[in-house]
């Protein structure tokens, strides 16, 4: 199977390219985002040598599915899909910020309570939880948005006295990612998931607060099976979820978490399908559709290039 880890288009009207850890984002006349889906995967902050077939394609289409599901709650920067690893979309300017939203004590939230933290981004969290255990409403965690190492927590009055975001721009962006979670709540109950924890970005174009990157995605958010969740609350057993934790897990026990002197483990063709194959199931779950999977025959950069290419000269 073929995997699409690097790209170098030249779209026509192209200003500005940028590669970030999985996506690929081409401005066009500084006005339009071509977002490319690769099949590169990262975990601890570090890309893995080898790409997951299908992957891009995976998050491109979940993302997609939400953003336009969601459309009536906030206008979001998706204009079309041309290719299933590329989104083209508006070029707005993104917030400093980005807006994580949990109904779950888990995660990084977990380990700092367990060490005695009580408030999280301005946030007071109630005494005697355990961990897996729902919030008595979702809690809005924000972060930082670094170029270069790793988002930092910050609470809402600090992100608007440092001026990253004004508090009128804040209240709107609070109660988008309140009602897009709702949203991603009910659609995952659908299909027997509990919407664990995600995080949203936001950008402004035109004096408007937009949507913006992906949306409730493996990469993005956390999902727990509905079915027997309350059993393994009880029991105090970890839940079975959908993300990409599963990745972290096997590096984990291969001894690797990008620390100094650790080297990553060889990622075989047999383990990248695999997880590929985990992306599909993540994919089949959380729209509860069937996975059609594209044409990985040809050239998949020639294939990127032509439908990008022919949908510019539509719009």
Request: hydrophobic share 35%.
């Given at each position: 199977?073929k995997?699409?880890t690097?790209?170098s288009?030249?779209f026509?009207?192209?200003?500005n ?5 999985v996506?690929d ?6 006005d339009?985002?071509?977002?490319v889906?690769?099949d ?9 040598p ?6 891009g394609?995976?998050?491109?289409q979940?993302?997609?599915k ?6 009536d709650?906030c206008?979001?920067?998706m204009?079309?899909?041309p290719?299933?690893m590329?989104?083209?979309g508006?070029?707005c300017e993104?917030?400093r910020?980005e807006m994580?939203?949990r ?8 380990r700092?309570?367990?060490?005695g933290c009580?408030?999280l981004c ?5 005494d005697?939880m355990?961990?897996n ?21 910050i609470?809402r009055?600090?992100?608007?006295r440092?001026?990253?975001?004004s508090a ?23 299909h027997g998931l509990?919407?664990?924890d995600t995080?949203?970005e ?7 607060v ?5 949306i ?5 958010s956390?999902?727990?099976y509905?079915?027997?969740?309350e059993?393994?609350?009880?029991k105090?057993?970890?839940q079975r ?6 990745v972290r897990q ?6 690797f978490m990008n620390?100094?002197?650790q ?16 992306y ?5 779950h ?7 999977k594209?044409?990985?025959e040809?050239d ?6 032509k ?5 510019l000269r539509?719009i």
């Open positions: 199977m995997s699409l690097k790209t288009f030249h026509a009207g192209q200003t390219v940028y590669h970030g850890k996506r984002v081409y401005t066009i006349n500084d339009l985002l071509v977002m889906a690769t590169r995967i990262s975990a601890f902050d570090v890309i893995l080898k790409g997951i077939p299908f992957k394609q995976v998050l491109n979940i993302a997609s939400f953003l336009e599901s969601t459309k709650i206008p979001n920067w204009l079309g899909t290719d299933p590329v989104t083209v508006l070029k993104g917030f910020v994580i939203i109904s779950i004590l888990t995660g990084s939230a977990w700092a309570y367990k060490d009580r408030e301005g946030v007071t969290l109630p005697g355990v961990e255990q729902r919030f008595p409403e979702p809690i809005i965690t924000p972060t930082t948005k670094a170029d270069e190492g790793h988002d930092m927590n609470s009055d600090e992100i608007i440092q001026g990253l975001v009128e721009d804040y209240a709107v962006m609070e109660s988008y990612t309140r009602k897009l979670f709702a949203r991603g709540q009910e659609i995952a109950a659908r509990i919407l664990v995080k949203y936001f950008g402004k174009r035109d004096g408007q937009y949507l913006i990157d992906e409730h995605t493996p990469d993005s956390r999902y727990f509905a079915e027997g969740y059993e393994k609350l009880a105090g057993e970890p979820q959908l993300s990409k934790e599963f096997w590096l984990i026990e291969h001894g620390e100094p002197g080297q990553m483990p060889e990622i075989t063709d047999e383990y990248a399908e695999s997880v590929s194959d985990r599909i199931e993540l994919y089949e959380i729209t509860g559709e069937s996975f059609i594209s044409d990985d040809g998949l950069s020639k294939r990127i290039e439908n990008v290419s022919d949908y539509t």
